[in-house]
Structure formats: C-alpha cells, structure tokens
C-alpha cells in the first residue's frame, strides 16, 4: 500500500527566511504532485514532477525528485506572507494518494 | 490546462435526506474520475475511483451503499450522499486525468 509522508506538518517561519519540505514515500511511482491550498479552496496545482532528478522552479518555490530516494522536497526561498498556505504532496500510482500537508504560515 | 468543474460549490441538508454532487470535465473525456473527501484540516483521503460505464471502486472503511456513485458518460460523474448524517459534513472534491490531475473546485456539504 502506498504511503506518503510530509514533514513538517506545521511550519511558522520569519518572511525573507529559506526553507524546505519534505515527501517521502513508499513503492515506486510515475509522478509525484505537488498543490497549495488556501483556506476554504480546492487544491492549486503547483508542480509536476516526473523523472528522477526533476526540477522545477516557479517564482520563489523549487521541488525537485529523487526516484531512487523515494523523495521529493519543496524550498522556499525569501519566503514572502503570500505564500502561508497548506502545500500538499500527492504520488500518482494508478490513484493519486496525497500526504498529511504541510500548513505554512509565514510572519510579516 | 484542463477545467473540472464540480456544482454545487456549496449545499445545506438536512439530516436523513440525500444529496447529489456533479462533477464534469468540461473540455476533455474523462474514463476514470476520482472523489476525495477533506475534513477540516486534514488532507484529501480518496474515496472511490469511478469508471466510465461500470461500476465505482471504493477505498476501503467506504460504505458503497452510502456514497453511490455514477459515471454515466465521459465527462460526468455524481456522487450522492445518501441519508446524510451530521458526519458527513465535509469538502468532497472531485478529480479527472488528462496528461495530470485535475481538480474541481470542491463542494461543502454541511447536513444540519
């Protein structure tokens, strides 16, 4: 059964400061998703990652893949307020199964 | 990208009654949908994979009898709620394949 882990599952942090999130799971799998979700919203599509070694960078966040490792992060750079949000990893396996989320909040 | 678009975006029952929710790719076929359910704070647990013309699989602890699902054409699916409960308040979201996963934008379903 496939598992997906997030850590930290809270995260408070200083504007302008760096940080990274991690997804780890269980069994081998074709795609590895990441979304944001603000309060009340669904789910915004933020990457998509696909082969070991991925990455991709948008704006102030950057995820990357390792297959091998069964691990995908999420960095934040200069993190700005706009950015507290619930950022989920999800692994496609046929189904896609989405980890706990991380709950970002970032103080001004 | 591709649009799922769920209806309704939000809906207040009462207890004991049922209550349908749509899901529609609007510029693809969609197979296979996929509906989720979210509880406050919590993440998106998948509740059934629906399949085009036949019958839904459901993740296990699901009550198929409760949560009937029909995907009658390519860009439909419906999820109903039968005689809901207080604990079945929640956001359902629903989701659709194309090269990635798309996501409707959720329905709140609050049963009083």
């Known amino acids: 059964e496939l598992k997906v882990e997030q850590n930290p599952l809270f995260l408070s942090m200083q504007e302008g400061k760096n940080y990274t999130i991690y997804c780890n799971y269980s069994?081998?799998?074709?795609?590895l998703y990441w979304y944001r979700q603000d309060p009340g919203k669904s789910l915004e599509s933020l990457f998509v990652?696909?082969?070991?070694?991925a990455v991709k960078q948008e704006g102030r966040l950057m995820a990357s893949l390792d297959t091998k490792a069964r691990l995908s992060t999420l960095h934040i750079t200069a993190a700005v307020h706009d950015l507290s949000a619930t950022y989920f990893c999800?692994?496609?396996?046929?189904?896609?199964?989405f980890g706990k989320g991380t709950r970002l909040h970032i103080l001004p | 990208g591709a649009v799922v678009s769920q209806h309704p975006s939000w809906v207040i029952c009462k207890s004991g009654t049922s209550v349908k929710i749509e899901c529609r790719s609007l510029?693809?076929?969609?197979?296979?949908m996929f509906w989720y359910r979210q509880f406050p704070k919590q993440s998106l647990m998948l509740m059934a994979t629906?399949?085009?013309?036949?019958?839904?699989?459901?993740e296990q602890g699901v009550e198929k009898d409760k949560f009937l699902i029909n995907h009658a054409s390519l860009t439909l699916s419906t999820l109903t709620v039968t005689s809901a409960h207080p604990e079945d308040s929640s956001f359902y979201i629903c989701?659709?394949?194309?090269?990635?996963?798309?996501f409707g934008q959720g329905t709140r379903l609050t049963v009083v």
């Open positions: 989701s659709a394949q194309l090269t990635e996963a798309f």
């Open positions: 069994t081998t799998s074709d795609r």
């Open positions: 990652l696909l082969s070991n070694g």
């Open positions: 999800a692994v496609d396996q046929d189904k896609i199964i």
């Open positions: 510029d693809f076929q969609a197979t296979t």
């Open positions: 629906s399949n085009e013309g036949s019958k839904a699989t459901y």
